[in-house]
Each structure stands twice: as structure tokens, then as C-alpha cells.
């Protein structure tokens, strides 16, 4: 009996040793858990060039891996990477395929391989509220009423209904063609919604997540998650069901949705989604950076995340300043040092903070959208080493990678510090949020704790030094843009330098 114990146990191990690793997330094979991660969002066709087409591809990012990962990230959002006949991806051709611009599945195995032996998850776009006119399914779908896949479309012969605006304002019935009948398509003529009211459709959606889980994604961002159908009941009892079998696949899968609305209108979906994205937050911090009047932004983040949390507790926020959708950061608030304290909130703050590739250069970009996702610059000097496939108006020598790595003020070198302290920091990572008073609309004070640790984040952005309440005691200081002190001593308040951010630990 010891014998076939034993002879059984080594079969495990070989088993294990051929096989354990196929598909392996980085949740599985890193301890650690999806929430406190710092992600990076790219758009692969202008982040970094491998084969000097001036084109951004895959093999470009598996080069950048270890530029991020000093950085300090630990997960990257990769904009669409499908077959798609726009420049920007989200209308897919074919789910099973990379875009041939882009490189091979083997190439993104490779990023994959790569990434995770860095510990870095990667969470692909995942684009299925609609498809492209030049889907093969699409295709057949428009020309033949009796197609497997006319069904998997939205149609109508009705002539009222092209005249019909959508819950997103939008005109979505569009002619097909010269024949008397018209799909349905809220974004863009150019996108056909998809009918989740066809059994197949789901069943096909669920074959292409499980088809990039099997190869190891770490997770998805839901694009349009709130456009699946119009009404918000039937998009949540969807996302339950899509992430039920999700979960069933890989049980540390990720499901990011896009729910561009109200933080009550997003709540519903915090019962589906193990994460969406908090644009009204981002929207506050720049507005109250902007004006010089954040000492209730932590306040409405607590509020905010209860109401988020209230049908999940294990609900992960994802914290952003802008994204490919909108004008960058920088070209809002126009100001180094405002960029500066606005980034100290969002990356301090719990949950997954996301940076928008080149935000961390301070890279500007005002719409059309060409004009936010412009090449990352990596060399003012020798171009050949930024990506070509739309001209820059940013200012090289300012943003260039290769001049910001070695200024000591530099937008890029605070990412990297702050990230450094977030990283090194269990209460900065995965604390709870305390808001403190600061009695000065232009001080934002903060506490993070996780079990017996702490950080409390203090932000002036007034142009003056100004004194607040902090609590007895003495201080480590384990970030300051202005002091050089490594201790900080309170007798019940402190003074702040004009512009002055400071993490502290006590």
C-alpha cells in the first residue's frame, strides 16, 4: 500500500512539474492579492517599438517590463490588443487574434511569461458590448437574414426607429446598406452592439475569456460594461452570471468594469464587478487641486467608497486621474507642482491606483483623441527610440524620459518615490481611509492604518505655508517634498510649506 502511495505521489510531482505551470496567473504563483497593486494603462501602438516601423507592438512592452517595474508597478491594463481595422482597437474582427501590427499570440505569451516572472499581472481589454462591421460575424450577419449570426446582432425594419436617440444621446439605428432594415449600433456606426439576449452570444463571450485565461491573463477591463443592454438591472444580472463563470475558470480573475457614471448609479454593479473605475474621483481631485481647495476630497472618498462597498466589502476602487478617453492631466492643470499633489492623492489613496502611460513624464494631450495618446517619448534626442505613428506636440525636452530619469525634481522621479513609499507601506497599500480636519480648505490631511501601521498623508496646495492640527507625538517621515529632517515632532500642530507634501508615520 506504501508503495502505490508513493508511486502515485511522484506521479503528482511530474504532473505538477510539466504542467503546473500552463496558464499561471501572477495571483496564483506570487502571494498577494489583486487590491493595493499600482497598474500602468498602455497603448501598445504608442508605448515602445521593437522592429522600427513606428508602430507600438508587443515585444515593445516585454522590453519596457523592467522600466515599469522600477517605476513601481505591479500591473498593466493593455488597451485593445485584438484584430481591429482602427488604429485605437475597440472594434474587435477577431477575438482570437492579435492584431497583426501589434505581433503574434506568441509574442504576447511572451509578454505574459515575462511579466509574471516580475510579478506584474496583465489584465487585457476585453471589448464585446460591440464588435466591427468587418467581423466575419457581422458580415454574414448583414448579408444573409438567414446566417448562424444574424440573430447575434440588433435589428429592425421599423423606419421610426431610425430616428430614435439612445440613453447616451447617440442615433444608433443605422441603415444597412441600401436594404430596408437597420442594426443597431449606440457608439458608433462603425460598432454593432452585440444582442446579449442570444444564449450563443454569452456562451461565445464566456469561450473568448476563458480562451486568454487558459493563456494566463490575470483579468479583464470591461469596456462599455454599462452599455451591455440599457437597463442597469439587466447589465448587472449579466456581469453576475459573466463573472460567476469567470470565476469558475480562475477563481483569482479580475473583472475591472468601465461604469462611467454617478457613484450611485455605479453601486449596483459593485455586486458584479470586482472593481470599476472612480471617474468622479478623479474629476474631484483635479478640480480641487485646480482651485486650491481639497480638505473635503477625503471626506467624499469615504463616502463614496461606503457607497461602493455597501453590496460588496471586498469591492476594489480603481483610482485614476485621466485616461485615454480624456484630455491628460497635465494639460488641465498646467503645473508641475500641481501635478505633483494631485498624483500624491490618487496614489495614496486604498484600492488600485492606475496610471495613464506618460502621465508620469507629465505628458500633455488636449482631444481630439489622436492628441491624448500620443508617443511616449523616451529620447529627446534620438527619435528613433519614441514610437511614430502620429506626430507629438509635446515638448521633448521637457517630457523625455531620458532627461526626466536624471532630475531629482522631476514629475517621473516623485511617481517613483511615492509608488516606493505606497509599495513599502502595508497601510498605504491595503489600509482603511480615517479623513482628519485640517481646518484649511487648502490642506487635505489623511490617515491610513492596517492592523497596528499607519500613514497619515498631509497636502498644501496653497501657495502659503499655513499651520494645522496634528496629533502629539513624534513622526517618521517617510516622504517629504521640502524637509530634509527624518523626524518630525508635534506639540499639537505643525507648519506646512507652501506646496509642501509630506507622508508620515507614527
Known amino acids: 500500500m506504501k508503495k502505490k502511495i508513493s508511486f502515485l505521489i511522484l506521479l503528482i510531482m511530474i504532473s505538477n512539474l510539466f504542467f503546473g505551470c500552463k496558464g499561471q496567473t501572477v495571483a496564483q504563483s506570487k502571494e498577494g492579492e489583486y487590491g493595493g497593486r499600482a497598474f500602468y494603462e498602455i497603448f501598445v501602438r ?41 488604429y485605437h482597437g475597440y472594434d474587435v474582427t477577431d477575438y482570437y487574434s492579435i492584431n497583426p501590427q501589434y505581433g503574434t499570440m506568441e509574442d504576447f505569451k511572451e509578454l505574459l511569461k515575462e511579466a509574471h516572472k516580475r510579478g506584474i499581472m496583465i489584465m487585457m481589454d476585453l471589448v464585446i458590448n ?10 454574414e450577419a448583414r448579408q444573409d437574414k438567414n446566417s448562424k449570426y444574424r440573430d447575434w446582432y440588433v435589428w429592425t425594419e421599423d423606419k421610426n426607429k431610425a430616428s430614435e436617440t439612445s440613453a447616451m444621446g447617440t442615433a444608433p439605428w443605422i441603415k444597412n446598406g441600401d436594404k430596408e432594415e437597420y442594426y443597431y449600433a449606440i457608439f458608433w456606426e462603425g460598432m454593432p452592439d452585440l444582442n446579449f439576449d442570444n444564449g450563443e452570444v454569452k456562451e461565445e463571450v464566456k469561450n473568448i475569456a476563458k480562451f ?71 474629476e474631484n481631485i483635479i478640480k480641487g487641486v485646480n482651485s486650491e481647495s481639497i480638505k473635503d476630497i ?39 507642482e500641481k501635478m505633483k499633489q494631485a498624483a500624491a492623492i490618487y496614489l495614496t489613496l486604498p484600492g488600485n491606483p492606475f496610471i495613464y502611460y506618460g502621465e508620469e513624464l507629465g505628458m500633455t494631450g488636449v482631444k481630439p483623441d489622436e492628441a491624448i495618446r500620443e508617443p511616449f517619448i523616451w529620447d529627446n534626442k534620438d527619435l528613433s527610440k519614441n514610437t511614430s ?9 521637457k ?16 511617481y517613483k518615490s511615492i509608488l516606493s513609499v505606497r509599495s513599502s507601506s502595508k497601510a498605504l497599500k491595503y489600509g482603511e481611509l480615517v479623513p482628519l480636519d485640517s481646518e484649511e480648505s487648502s490642506v487635505l490631511i ?7 501601521e499607519n500613514a497619515t498623508v498631509i497636502i498644501n496646495s496653497s501657495k502659503e505655508d499655513k499651520n494645522i492640527k496634528l496629533e502629539q507625538g513624534k513622526y517618521k517621515v517617510l516622504y517629504s517634498n521640502i524637509r530634509k529632517d527624518k523626524k518630525v515632532v508635534s506639540k499639537g500642530t505643525i507648519t506646512l510649506k507652501s506646496g509642501e507634501i509630506i507622508i508620515l508615520n507614527n
Open 46 to 86: 504608442a508605448f515602445n517599438d521593437s522592429n522600427g516601423d513606428g508602430i507600438g507592438d508587443i515585444k515593445g512592452v516585454t522590453q519596457k517590463l523592467d522600466y515599469l517595474k522600477e517605476l513601481g508597478i505591479e500591473g498593466i491594463w493593455l488597451m485593445p490588443i485584438n484584430d481591429s481595422p482602427s
Open 130 to 139: 460591440h464588435t466591427s462591421t468587418e467581423n466575419k460575424w457581422f458580415k
Open 212 to 282: 486568454y485565461m487558459d493563456m494566463g491573463v490575470d483579468g479583464f477591463r470591461l469596456d462599455a460594461a454599462k452599455w451591455i443592454y440599457e437597463a442597469s438591472d439587466k447589465n448587472v444580472a449579466w456581469w453576475n452570471e459573466f463573472n460567476d463563470y469567470v470565476k469558475s475558470v480562475n477563481k483569482k480573475a479580475i473583472l475591472l468594469g468601465e461604469v462611467w457614471d454617478n457613484t450611485y448609479a455605479m453601486a449596483p454593479y459593485s455586486k458584479a464587478l470586482d472593481s470599476m473605475f472612480c471617474f468622479s474621483l478623479g
Open 298 to 336: 477625503a471626506s467624499q472618498i469615504e463616502d463614496d467608497y461606503d457607497t461602493l462597498k455597501g453590496e460588496n466589502k471586498d469591492f476594489v476602487p480603481a483610482t485614476f486621474l485621466t485616461n485615454h478617453d480624456q484630455n491628460r492631466v497635465m494639460s488641465v492643470l498646467n503645473d508641475d
Open 389 to 397: 505613428w502620429e506626430s507629438s506636440t509635446n515638448e521633448l525636452d
Open 399 to 414: 517630457v523625455a524620459f531620458n532627461i526626466q530619469k536624471n532630475d531629482k525634481e522631476s514629475i517621473y522621479n516623485f
Open 446 to 452: 489623511f490617515k491610513r492604518t492596517k492592523d497596528k
